[in-house]
DNA sequence: ACACAAACGCAGCGATCACTGCGTTTTTAG
DNA sequence: CTAAAAACGCAGTGATCGCTGCGTTTGTGT
């Protein structure tokens, strides 16, 4: 179900997506997707979920700046998926805060297991606030608003902007 | 026609806007939108372009900072508007990047005329790039993928960061 | 093995959408 | 003032959606 969800929000862009459509796409009755999620935000908000929990590891390079530069060049390599992209636009497009929700929550946390474990090794990273505007917002906001590419140069910026010498 | 999509957008989280919706909250026949913008995407970017050029005025401190922190306190004014939120949000999820540039694009320009007028006065200001990452980042990820308020002190700090002593 | 719960599919319904042919009204140009 | 273009509305069509009653199939617990 969630990969016929995420394959017809990216093959068919300004396309509307409706649960006839998705479960058919998934070889199932829409009565049956109907039974279970309700409606289409619903189904969206745990597929977007579950796509963003599944298979990123919080990385552990010894150093806050080497987590925080491998940490940024995997979420913007992931951002820049296509279907990744097409999934949390169409997820922020049923309004309210649970899509919206559902397309960070999973990547905030992985953000706050960085700071935390830098905390553990003695040592005072910004907060999670700034943390966040500083790297979560732009590569985010350059993902979903912009069509600029997501560079590893300009990612390492974001974080050497962060953590200056 | 435009206040009709604005309104029902806002009032109607989590529904589904079309044609036929919007006609009747303007007032109009649906033939009559559809001749005209025949998607609900073309008059969602339509709609979005022409709300973030109308009344917002570039403002002129005579410092750059100023500047930059009337126009961070604006912007993230507006963006707490629950009406533009919903606005911006159904937008985006029209998919493609129409929607977004057009939630954006106006005040990306707005910035760039700021950052130009302090060159005119011989300063050095940051980039376009750097200000977009620094300032509309976080203002349009707070305001779209959380419920965080976007407070005139967080603002202020987002300029201080950008532009330390 | 059996009973029951959960999940699923079929068929059908009322409502709505997306769209178009054609006539009417409004606007514009000369 | 008039003719033509542009914009609009009416009526209608086929398709689809969102949903539900009821029967079937699958899974689970004893």
Not at 29 to 38: D, I, M, N
Not at 68 to 87: F, H, I, S, V
Not at 137 to 147: E, G, K, Q, S
Request: glycine fraction near 6%.
């Amino acid at each position: 179900m969630h990969r016929a969800v995420q394959e017809l929000v990216a093959d068919e862009a300004n396309d509307s997506l409706t649960i006839p459509i998705v479960a058919a796409r998934a070889g199932v009755h829409a009565t049956t997707v109907y039974r279970r999620w309700g409606t289409v935000a619903d189904l969206l908000a745990d597929v977007t979920s579950s796509r963003f929990s599944g298979d990123i590891v919080v990385p552990d390079t010894g150093s806050l700046r080497g987590d925080l530069e491998r940490y940024a060049y995997d979420l913007a390599k992931d951002l820049c998926d296509p279907d990744t992209l097409a999934l949390v636009r169409a997820t922020i497009g049923t309004g309210g805060e649970q899509g919206a929700a559902a397309c960070r929550g999973e990547r905030q946390r992985q953000l706050e297991a960085i700071l935390e474990r830098d905390r553990a090794r003695g040592e005072n990273p910004p907060t999670l606030e700034r943390t966040t505007d500083a790297l979560l917002a732009p590569l985010y906001y350059r993902a979903v608003f912009t069509d600029d590419p997501l560079t590893p140069d300009w990612t390492r910026a974001l974080v050497s902007h962060l953590l200056p010498d």
